[in-house]
């Protein structure tokens, strides 16, 4: 496709095969033949059926599948049906919160059928936006939003609101004329953008790329193509399950062969220790355990607002090392805020943010009433409010002042209906100044604002203090050092002026200068501690944006951010940007393709990336990164589809929050595996030795099973839930390679050996007394060792008295139904044939608990040295 905003608009309609008429109803039919609809092709939704088979791809479900084969084929009908229910309920809860949250995300989406005007036949036309083609003439007025890309033909007074697509925050005024050069889509003012908003004047323009040829079609496109990857806990996970797997069958054969042919022991008899063998090995609670502890993160992000599409999205949260944010819209409000005056020789500090009129001035307002007033009557645009928003029609500048102006308490619709607007000289960009004429007791006053430089050279008197005097070179050497010094900080400065008009001469000649307003689209004000938090918390934070550096480096300041700040220009130049990346905190003037450049160098240096956004043009980086973020409210549809989580409030604050969860739910994650896993591989070491040593099996499957899910399965959900550590957001991020199970050979190796040779003991002690005496004691050693082990690792770095047992009252619980559980096994008949268990003694009891007790001291006494 040719560079289009390179050619003159005559050129255009002639590559195009149009003429200022339009295109006729017939050529417009085949062009769409041709072209298609101007939409953006959406991905096929996922079925629910497929969401639900989804569940049932991990390695440690097939493992279970096989061990329910086994059990079918042996008759152990009881082993059968368990582990199938274990299966089906871990699929059934994965399904309904990933199902769920697709559903919110889709109700987010504005579901509007956009209009056109077009010129069809040389008469104007209002069609579907869907039904505009390449060549078609389009009338563009001030709040339309523009159908397709298109170069300008002729325009007055037009400028557009670009933010969702370049990320520049302000109004980009347009040309007809042709531009220069190959430069970025931000650059290219003779043309406009399907997507964005026209905020002011009216242009026609022929249509020149629709559906997914146009710069939001082309993100479309790349965000389709990016390949999604796995989370670093799915990573893991898998790793485990292929381990656990072959150590199963590695096992699970050997123990076969040895039984099977060495003992001359019964085929039936020797699948069943396979099969308890496997049943051991895997920790049947732990799919669902994380799936529940997955699901509990993400309600508990949910009350803060933030919806999580896929669950083992939140622990890349919590592991991420970057975030990477747009600036506008998501650090900062995306709407404009006077900050300064400058008015009667000194600077006023304003407050407040965004279009809400809450806020003050340092000084009183009826000390420069007039400057506040001027800038809300030479004004063409409205703020209002619609439900618990503020919305702008037309200009966010001169939305701007007039928030400015109500601030101080003015009534502006009581103000214009007092100034009666009698005439206007427009804005232009020649002239850099809008003047309004209004009737104000009898009189005609105009109100000028514009370009301080240029509204300065039409005065020769200032108002000061309420009194008007000569306006000398030194007044003009302070007011144009004020304007420097503001614009150094990247506010965007107007100047004021007035003058009765009293019919005779030019109306903006010999005025009276009242003062300066200075603005820029603030950052929101938990940004700041936001962005101090993620540096206590070794996360570095990146900003990427398409406005200009220096407004950039301002914001950055506001927010503490600091570090090196480049351009996309700059950014082209280099050629390992993975060796500078992690100097580089701001870069500015970018476009999608600099974003997923920097993502994939970050990606490359080791970083687990997060990238925030709300604008079509962060889609494809929210896509590449770990984990993308979209805005809820101020999002656009293609954002939200690319990333793996939207935060309904538009909070940058949240994703804080959200990282924090991601941490605390990752920390819970540890404790779990350290005690599913660990007291596994003691069931493990225990069939294993007893095996070596010629023994019958001290645990038969049903009774592995029984402790894997009753014993084990409360206590682990409730190690789910455990409060975070006070120091959680006080330490760095951990290793992108670490391993899960780093630091915690004390829990899944010393203490399961403990746990076994005890439970060995304890069972040749009881033998004589009989095969299921001696298992019961046996069973239940095993699961108080269980339960002591789960109060444990209620910290695997600090001791347990140290951390407090009270403070998480659901383990309490959890151990306690638990221990119930097993007394009522033992207790009653009918489960006593089920499990084949007999009752025990007190004494029995007491010893079981003793033996466990050994194991839990253990533990203890090796954190407390290694602190």
């Known amino acids: 496709m040719p560079d289009f905003h390179k050619l003159s608009a005559k050129e255009v309609l002639s590559r195009l095969g149009v003429s200022e008429g339009g295109l006729s109803t017939q050529e417009a039919q ?17 079925h629910p059926i497929v969401i639900f088979i989804d569940q049932f791809k991990s390695p440690m479900v097939w493992i279970l599948l096989l061990a329910m084969a086994v059990s079918l084929i042996v008759s152990e009908y009881i082993d059968f049906y368990v582990i199938g229910a274990i299966v089906v309920i871990n699929a059934v809860l994965g399904f309904a919160q990933e199902y769920r949250a697709e559903r919110a995300i889709e109700a987010l989406k504005k579901m509007t059928s956009l209009k056109a005007t077009v010129l069809r036949g040389g008469r104007e036309v209002r069609i579907d936006s869907e039904l505009v083609v390449p060549g078609d003439i389009i009338l563009l007025e001030t709040g339309d939003k523009v159908p397709a890309d298109a170069r300008i033909i002729e325009l007055m007074n037009l400028q557009t609101q670009e933010a969702s697509l370049t990320g520049e925050s302000t109004p980009v005024k347009k040309t007809s004329e042709p531009v220069e050069g190959d430069v970025a889509v931000a650059d290219r003012k003779n043309m406009v953008f399907a997507g964005t908003i026209v905020t002011k004047g009216h242009a026609r323009a022929v249509v020149v790329a629709t559906g997914m040829n146009s710069e939001i079609g082309k993100i479309a496109g790349m965000i389709q193509e990016a390949k999604t990857e796995p989370t670093p806990l799915q990573v893991r996970l898998k790793k485990l399950s292929v381990l656990m797997g072959v150590a199963v069958v590695f096992i699970a054969i050997v123990m076969f062969i040895a039984r099977f042919w060495l003992f001359d022991e019964p085929l039936t008899q020797t699948l069943l220790m396979a099969i308890a063998l496997a049943v051991a090995a895997i920790p049947e609670g732990l799919p669902a355990v994380v799936t529940v502890g997955f699901s509990m993160g993400v309600q508990r992000l949910a009350r803060k607002r933030a919806l999580v599409r896929h669950l083992p999205s939140v622990e ?115 002239r850099k100044r809008m003047t309004t004429i209004h009737e104000v007791d009898g009189k005609k006053v105009a109100y000028t604002k514009g370009a301080p430089e240029v509204v300065l050279k039409l005065c020769n008197r200032i108002l000061v203090n309420g009194r008007v005097r000569r306006l ?39 005025m009276v200068w009242v003062g300066l307003q200075a603005m820029i689209d603030p950052p929101r004000a938990e940004v700041k501690a936001a962005v101090e938090k993620c540096k206590t918390a070794g996360i570095k934070v990146v900003m990427i944006t398409g406005d200009y550096i ?34 580089i905190a701001i870069y500015a003037r970018t476009n999608p393709e600099h974003k997923l450049r920097i993502v994939n160098a970050l990606k490359k240096k080791g970083h687990i990336v997060a990238m925030t956004g709300d604008g079509v043009n962060d889609a494809p980086a929210i896509k590449r990164a770990d984990l993308g973020v979209a805005m809820g409210i101020t999002g656009t ?42 007291c596994n591989i003691g069931e493990v070491f225990l069939l294993v030795i007893a095996m ?36 959680i957001m006080r330490r760095p991020p951990r290793r992108p390679g670490e391993n899960i199970f780093e630091g915690m050979v004390h829990y899944v190796f010393v203490f399961p050996l403990i746990l076994a040779i005890s439970a060995i003991w304890l069972f040749d002690h009881y033998l004589p007394f009989g095969i299921d005496q001696a298992r019961t004691v046996a069973f239940t050693s095993v699961v108080f060792f269980e339960l002591f082990a789960a109060i444990s690792c209620r910290s695997l770095e600090e001791p347990v008295f140290k951390v407090g047992v009270l403070r998480n009252k659901w383990l309490l619980l959890a151990v306690a139904v638990s221990l119930g559980l097993q007394v009522l096994i033992l207790s009653v008949p009918f489960f006593e044939g089920v499990f084949r268990v007999t009752s025990l003694s007190l004494a029995q009891w007491m010893f079981a608990a003793a033996a466990a007790f050994v194991g839990f001291v253990y533990l203890e006494l090796h954190k407390l040295i290694a602190r």
């Open 30 to 46: 085949e062009r769409l033949k041709k072209y298609g609809l101007n939409r953006i092709r959406k991905k096929k939704k996922v």
């Open 316 to 430: 890349t949260l919590g592991a991420c090392t970057v975030i990477c944010s747009d600036k506008t819209g998501t650090m900062t409000h995306n709407e404009m805020t006077v900050r300064k005056l400058y008015v009667n020789e000194s600077v006023v500090q304003v407050s407040g943010v965004g279009y809400s009129p809450e806020g003050s001035f340092s000084q009183r307002p009826e000390r420069f009433r007039m400057l506040l007033v001027i800038g809300a009557l030479n004004n063409n645009s409205k703020v209002r409010k619609e439900g618990d928003r503020w919305v702008v029609i037309g200009d966010p500048t001169e939305a701007a002042l007039i928030v400015s102006a109500r601030k101080a308490g003015l009534d502006i619709e009581r103000l214009h209906k007092s100034h009666l607007r009698v005439g206007e000289v427009e804005f232009t960009s020649e």
């Open 472 to 510: 000398t070179s030194k007044d003009r050497n302070e007011i144009l050092e004020m304007n420097d010094e503001f614009a150094r900080n990247a506010l965007r400065v107007l100047g004021f002026a007035y003058k009765e008009a009293d019919g005779k001469g030019d109306v903006e000649k010999n």
């Open 550 to 583: 220096e407004t950039a480096k301002a914001i950055a300041r506001d927010i503490g951010l600091s570090g090196r700040a480049i351009t996309g220009v700059e950014l082209e130049s280099i050629d390992n940007l993975e060796e500078y990346v992690d100097d």
């Open 637 to 678: 549809d293609v954002a939200k589809e690319a990333s793996e989580m939207v935060l309904a409030d538009d909070n940058f604050a949240t994703i804080v929050s959200a990282v924090e969860e991601g941490r605390r739910i990752y920390d819970n994650i540890r404790k779990y595996f350290a005690y599913l896993v660990g």
């Open 692 to 727: 070596m040593l010629g023994l019958p099996l001290p645990l038969i499957a049903i009774q592995i099973l029984w402790i894997n899910l009753a014993t084990d399965g409360l206590p682990a959900l409730a190690l789910g839930v455990d409060p975070a550590s006070p120091n």
